[in-house]
Nanobody, 129 residues
Framework: EVQLQASGGGLVQAGGSLRLSCAAS????????IVWFRQAPGKEREAISY????????YYVNSVKGRFTASSDNAKNTVYLQMDSLKPEDTAVYYC??????????????????????WGQGTQVTVSS
């Protein structure tokens, strides 16, 4: 059984940091890209970052670029999202999802959530002003 376990959320003041983890099991970890999504209250879920496990390459949307850093520990089948200089607008439920990296290489991130292979549960991040 494939599982993605997201953790590390919490309450932090603006300017602070958090590190999210996404621990994967039951899948060929290096064949996948792990995508971080977030969903703020009243808004649609959006992809903010992904990392390709095989080569460690990462992508970020402009709103988090320079503040968030994705990394992976392949020995632990775990991806991290280091979030620095947090802002109140980063408040959201954060999710990780897995998709085969060959799909991402061929066509980029899919538009529809159903096209992702596996999802983890969300972890709440709240940034106070």
């Amino acid at each position: 059984e494939v599982q993605l376990q997201a953790s590390g959320g919490g309450l932090v003041q603006a300017g602070g940091s958090l590190r999210l983890s996404c621990a994967a099991s039951g899948l060929a970890f290096e064949d996948y890209a792990i995508v971080w999504f977030r969903q703020a209250p009243g808004k649609e879920r959006e992809a903010i970052s992904y990392i390709t496990i095989s080569d460690g390459s990462a992508y970020y949307v402009n709103s988090v670029k320079g503040r968030f850093t994705a990394s992976s520990d392949n020995a632990k089948n775990t991806v991290y999202l280091q979030m620095d200089s947090l802002k109140p607008e980063d408040t959201a439920v954060y999710y990780c999802a897995a998709i085969q990296s060959s799909v991402v290489a061929r066509r980029g991130l899919p538009q529809y959530e159903s096209e992702y292979d596996y999802w983890g549960q969300g972890t709440q991040v709240t940034v106070s002003s």
